[in-house]
């Protein structure tokens, strides 16, 4: 019996893997489509992988081919039953919210730092946001960070507190936010 290999989001070929909503793939002979398997690794290619390596120009040259696949999608939803296709039409959505919030950001720093060619240069250095451990991000969007200037730091028991609600990991925001607010009071 021939199996069809699946493609992973890292665009690799995997014989009966966990497919996007986490549920095994069994040996009792599911074949995925290869016009599916195609589709997938198109978007993978195309919109993916550039996205990962913030890759712009890649991606604009490929903007084309979102509502085509998009409308491949919708017609495969149709023919098969396959739950990954709402997955990859949703990661569809997000590549063009991504790509459009990516021009609206270039747009914004043209206006701000000109589009004039008379100057000699211009250096804009564009640096990955820096994330602080969990726990320290939450204390932050809570409480507030604390003024350094004024030498005020992270109170160790929230800290801790909030450390040990992380340990349950369906804890939501809205929950750890009434336990911290509180504790603090």
């Not at 493609?7 to 966990?18: A, C, P, R």
């Not at 998009?70 to 790509?99: E, G």
């Not at 211009?122 to 932050?140: G, S, V």
Request: proline share 3%; net charge positive.
């Amino acid at each position: 019996m021939k199996y069809n290999n699946c493609v992973s989001l890292k665009g690799n070929q995997v014989i009966f893997n966990n497919n996007l909503l986490g549920k095994e793939i069994s040996c009792g002979g599911y074949k995925e489509p290869d016009e599916i398997y195609l589709l997938k690794q198109s978007i993978i290619n195309q919109f993916i992988l550039p996205l990962c390596k913030s890759n712009w120009a890649e991606i604009k040259e490929n903007m084309f081919n979102i509502s085509r696949f998009q409308n491949r999608i919708k017609n495969y939803k149709k023919k098969y039953n396959n739950p990954d296709l709402n997955f990859y039409d949703q990661i569809l959505d997000f590549i063009i919210i991504t790509f459009s919030e990516h021009l609206n950001l270039q747009n914004l720093q043209k206006k701000i730092y000109g589009n004039d060619k008379t100057h000699a240069a211009h250096l804009i250095q564009k640096i990955k946001y820096i994330r602080l451990k969990a726990e320290y991000e939450l204390y932050n969007t809570i409480l507030g960070k604390p003024d350094f200037k004024n030498k005020e730091n992270y109170n160790p028991e929230i800290i801790t507190s909030i450390k040990s609600l992380l340990q349950n990991e369906n804890i939501t925001f809205k929950e750890i936010n009434n336990k911290i607010i509180k504790f603090k009071i």
